[in-house]
């Protein structure tokens, strides 16, 4: 029997948030899952999204392996490396949350809308999130990855694999909102801190 797919990653509902901030090790674990994802959309269409975001969980576990007592939140991994001239993990996770919002919302809009199709879902995502930071390359690439999007019940059916999907469903529900819980505050961190500056 196939489990669902989120039975097989680190949910985002798992991410311990305290005062001192999101756990940063939690996190990249649960990031690489979603990032796992894209290999059900069955497109090599998305490998450049893929790409992008293992690229930028790659820089985010480098500092975090070089400096772990002064990154063990993703709060405290973005202040510590302030005073430095190269900030790689400061700019590889603001990329990192940009794709996870984009992944996110495109879930979320097919989440609320049963009847839409996942290329409808991931361009309006796209519209509302990556396409301003993108210039006319990048922009042409993600709009081939929108059109090679699988359709819904081929998704979703590998997405929940046997699992009910009354079971599957609240338990993506789940991800999402806690998806979009550290997204939203780490964007408000970020343009608080003025972190993002020049990326």
Not at 75 to 89: D, I, S
Request: charged share 25%.
């Amino acid at each position: 029997m196939s489990t669902a797919y989120l039975d097989t990653v680190k949910s985002f509902a798992d991410v311990p948030i305290t005062d001192a901030g999101v756990d940063t090790a939690t996190f990249l674990e649960a990031s690489q899952g979603l990032s796992k994802m894209f290999d059900l959309l069955g497109s090599t269409a998305f490998a450049v999204v893929q790409s992008d975001i293992n690229g930028n969980i790659a820089k985010v576990r480098a500092r975090y392996d070089a400096e772990p007592s002064k990154s063990a939140t993703l709060e405290e991994l973005v202040k510590n490396e302030q005073g430095e001239k190269k900030r790689t993990a400061t700019e590889g996770l603001l990329w990192l949350l940009r794709g996870l919002s984009f992944t996110r919302l495109a879930l979320q809009n097919s989440y609320d809308v049963k009847s839409e199709e996942l290329n409808a879902s991931f361009s309006k995502s796209y519209d509302s999130t990556l396409k301003k930071h993108h210039n006319f390359v990048v922009k042409g690439i993600f709009a081939v990855a929108m059109k090679a999007c699988p359709y819904r019940a081929t998704f979703y059916s590998k997405l929940y694999g046997e699992t009910p999907a009354e079971v599957a469903e609240p338990q993506l529900g789940a991800w999402l909102a806690a998806l979009k819980n550290i997204t939203t505050r780490m964007d408000a961190f970020y343009e608080k801190g003025g972190y993002g500056k020049g990326f």
